[in-house]
T-cell receptor, first 114, second 116 residues
Framework: AQSVTQLDSQVPVFEEAPVELRCNYS??????LFWYVQYPNQGLQLLLK??????LVKGINGFEAEFNKSQTSFHLRKPSVHISDTAEYFC????????????FGSGTRLQVQP | NAGVMQNPRHLVRRRGQEARLRCSPM?????VYWYRQLPEEGLKFMVY????????ESGMPKERFSAEFPKEGPSILRIQQVVRGDSAAYFC??????????????FGAGSRLTVL
């Protein structure tokens, strides 16, 4: 089984500042990793995914994430945030075999202040 | 190219009534997943289905909850005799259902159930 830990439930940041949202995972098998964003009262939108290859993954809206196998982490970063980035961000993991559903972390609420 | 369609978007039920939530997957997707999101919490996996088959229902409550994905028509999540604790957002996702490689899920906008 897999599990995901998002250490920060809320991250307040000023507009144009850099941000990092942390994600650590646990799994006994190889995994795929994902970040999703949820705007208020909406569904989840895929930001980026790590499947294989380069450990630095670029996604939409200027976000990127780095897969670190030794630290079992997949932190999300953006060099300069906008007010419109205010949302809930979810890290998720799935095994590369067997049960294929995603396991989600509890989410991090990014609050961008002017 | 419509995405994952869920309806109703909002549903209000009184305790003891039944709730039915419907999900039509993306065109070309054969696998459907249901997740529940309680207020201020993350998404919890409920069930994973393909046409006429339940692949994984390890996250489904043992009583009152059932799901199906018939050969024709949408997937349906059914909650019988609803209680206040069932109030949540229910999200459906679909995927190609590949047997190898990543299973990338596309989510619907959710159905928000309120139990009075």
């Amino acid at each position: 089984a897999q599990s995901v830990t998002q250490l920060d439930s809320q991250v307040p940041v000023f507009e144009e500042a850099p941000v990092e949202l942390r994600c650590n995972y646990s799994s006994s098998v190889s995994v795929y990793l994902f970040w999703y964003v949820q705007y208020p009262n909406q569904g989840l939108q895929l930001l980026l995914k790590y499947l294989s290859g380069s450990t630095l993954v670029k996604g939409i809206n200027g976000f990127e994430a780095e897969f670190n196998k030794s630290q079992t982490s997949f932190h999300l970063r953006k060099p300069s945030v906008h007010i419109s980035d205010t949302a809930e961000y979810f890290c998720a993991v799935s095994a590369d075999t067997g049960r294929r559903a995603l396991t989600f972390g509890s989410g991090t609420r990014l609050q961008v202040q002017p | 190219n419509a995405g994952v369609m869920q309806n109703p978007r909002h549903l209000v039920r009184r305790r003891g009534q039944e709730a039915r939530l419907r999900c039509s997957p993306m065109k070309g997707h054969s696998h459907v997943y249901w997740y529940r999101q309680l207020p201020e919490e993350g998404l919890k996996f409920m069930v994973y289905l393909q046409k006429e088959n339940i692949i994984d229902e390890s996250g489904m409550p043992k009583e009152r909850f059932s799901a199906e994905f018939p050969k024709e028509g949408p997937s349906i999540l059914r909650i019988q005799q609803v209680v206040r604790g069932d109030s949540a957002a229910y999200f459906c996702a679909s995927s190609l259902g590949q047997h190898s490689g990543a299973n990338v899920l596309t989510f619907g906008a959710g159905s928000r159930l309120t139990v009075l």
